[in-house]
């Protein structure tokens, strides 16, 4: 007898989303999350509306957890610059506030939460899967593949050339005033940086470098911000005063953007999240592509729907905001393309507007509908 309907491997937004449906449908339902408390998760910590409804969907309260609001885009390149109001009403939270308020709603629905264990291997087979614990091995009639951007050992994606990097800080004054209601993207030779408030008076910063960058930069990040800051006093001025709180950031490589999952595991199989597909992140749409894949697995468990039908049934849905936010991506690369988005949101500033609406998560009304509860 399978000790569980479902497992989900990995805690964070996708599997908790995925575990908490499910509990709340009466399934019998596990996390296994390989984190002991809440750490730094490379992620902007953004919140477009759509995120903001999911989360709600949820049970999350995300005004009352802290949040910030946001409304306006500042699109920088060097000196120049240019700001939009976005077409939605955005806001700053920290996923070290958001996964921990996750998890704790999916324990309280029901769901059994297994903290500070890494799932080693699973074994699909016929009508079950077996996940192995260390020594341990829990059965379950199906499971969802939820480990964000770490992969579990014999299941990669291919991998990607980039490095994302993450910390949170303290700003002075002036610097966190120059971030009220706004979200910050500065693009640079080799990559780019997100700045929003989240809450208790706190920033994130979120960025990326391209292999030659990091080559050039070298690995220690104070550099990688020296770097950015000599190219743009936009974000540069942000950093007078700043105190960081942690000696190093959240941090991970080859982060594949773009990436969609095509090949089934197996039927009762279900990647989600970025186990699914990996958005590039200047979208600020990664929670809620995770937060939507999570609910709709669950979804999937529950019609009896296969992995493979749930699969084809996702990318479908999400082919035209991957279109529109891989030809913006290869846009940001080009210092010129950079240059001539920056004048044209200048003078257009609705054009910020439309890219940002082509590059949401579709579907999301439908997801949010009671089901049941």
Known sequence: ????????????????????????????????????????KVCGDFLSCEAQDLLSYLGLD??????????????????RTACASLPFKASGLSRLRIDEALLAEAQTAGAEVIRGEAVTAFEPSTGSVKVHVGERAYVATCAALATGKHNVRGWPRAQGSMTAFKVMVELAPSGSRALDDVVQLV???????????????????????????????????????SYIARQSSHFGDLLEGAKFLSERPAAISAIPYGYQRRAVIARNVFPIGDQLSVIPSYTGDGTSLALSSGLAAARAVISGQAAADFQKASLARIGPQFFWAGAAERAFKSPLAQAISITAMSLVPQLAGLVAGLTRVRGVEALTRTQGR
């Not at 908490?20 to 730094?40: D, F, N, Y």
């Not at 995300?62 to 390149?77: H, I, N």
């Not at 910063?205 to 292999?211: H, I, P, R, S, V």
Request: net charge negative.
């Open 1 to 40: 007898m399978a000790d569980f309907d479902a497992i989900a491997i990995g805690g964070g937004l996708a599997g908790s989303a995925f575990a908490l449906e499910l509990a709340r449908q009466g399934k019998r339902v596990a996390i296994i999350e390989r984190t002991s408390a809440a750490q730094l």
């Open 62 to 79: 995300v005004m009352g957890l802290g949040a910030t609001q946001v409304s306006t885009l500042r699109l920088a390149a060097g000196e």
């Open 187 to 225: 693009t640079y030779r080799g990559g780019y940086i997100g700045a929003c408030n989240v809450e208790d008076g706190l920033a994130t910063l979120c960025w990326l470098m391209d292999a030659r960058a990091m080559k050039e930069v070298g690995p220690e990040w104070p550099a990688h911000l």
